[in-house]
T-cell receptor, first 113, second 116 residues
Framework: ETGVTQSPTHLIKTRGQQVTLRCSSQ?????VSWYQQALGQGPQFIFQ???????GRGNFPPRFSGLQFPNYSSELNVNALELDDSALYLC????????????FGQGTRLTVV | GQQLNQSPQSMFIQEGEDVSMNCTSS?????WLWYKQDPGEGPVLLIA?????ELTSNGRLTAQFGITRKDSFLNISASIPSDVGIYFC????????????????FGQGTILTVHP
């Protein structure tokens, strides 16, 4: 168990709706990253938050946005959901220092219908 | 998006056999990581490599960071049924400095099946 918790574990939304996914980072970790994992694929980097600011972004449109709170927990928001947004969304936290690695939560399975 | 080239895509082996999988990239990486993912779970870190040429073991697992910094391999010796799962390589690009330690590029995964 990594200490990174995500909620909810499963979610079904309708195309066009908005969704918020939540992540609590491991104690002592100040950096949170979000990944999208489509079925049968490896995770794809969405963005990272450090000290409440976005610190790097992958190839995802602006309708994917996030927040990090003072306690280092984080939210991923997706607007105007599309069918292709159906995936496992993974949150990873790290201490942010040299040679420290990211530990993943169990993920949120999002299905868009 | 960019992904690493991981092979093989799947492996079917007998319990007790050794397993080898590898990952290559057209870009240089400063860090190579190997993760295992079970169904419905997030990836679990197995081994982390930080220097070109580094060879690191974790129990029955051994991984190496290629000299060119563009490849890595993972070996599993004497496989057991609980080794079943999907194994991913991941690299941290050389331009991901400072606090950007979460920016990982993943391979497509190797599905490992172990027959008792």
């Amino acid at each position: 168990e990594t200490g990174v918790t995500q909620s909810p574990t499963h979610l079904i939304k309708t195309r066009g709706q908005q969704v918020t996914l939540r992540c609590s980072s491991q104690s002592g970790h100040n950096t949170v990253s979000w990944y999208q994992q489509a079925l049968g694929q490896g995770p794809q980097f969405i963005f990272q938050y450090y000290r409440e600011e976005e610190n790097g972004r992958g190839n995802f449109p602006p309708r994917f946005s996030g927040l990090q709170f003072p306690n280092y927990s984080s939210e991923l928001n997706v607007n105007a959901l599309e069918l292709d947004d159906s995936a496992l969304y993974l949150c990873a936290s790290s201490a942010g220092g040299q040679d420290t690695e990211a530990f993943f939560g169990q993920g949120t399975r999002l299905t868009v219908v | 998006g960019q992904q690493l080239n991981q092979s093989p895509q799947s492996m079917f082996i007998q319990e007790g056999e050794d397993v080898s999988m590898n990952c290559t990239s057209s870009s240089i990486f400063n860090t190579w990581l190997w993760y295992k993912q079970d169904p419905g779970e997030g990836p679990v870190l197995l081994i982390a490599l930080y220097k070109a040429g580094e060879l690191t073991s974790n129990g029955r697992l051994t991984a190496q960071f290629g000299i060119t910094r563009k490849d890595s391999f993972l070996n599993i010796s004497a496989s057991i049924p609980s080794d079943v799962g999907i194994y991913f390589c991941a690299g941290r690009p050389s331009n991901a400095g400072g606090t950007s330690y979460g920016k990982l590029t993943f391979g497509q995964g190797t599905i490992l099946t172990v027959h008792p």
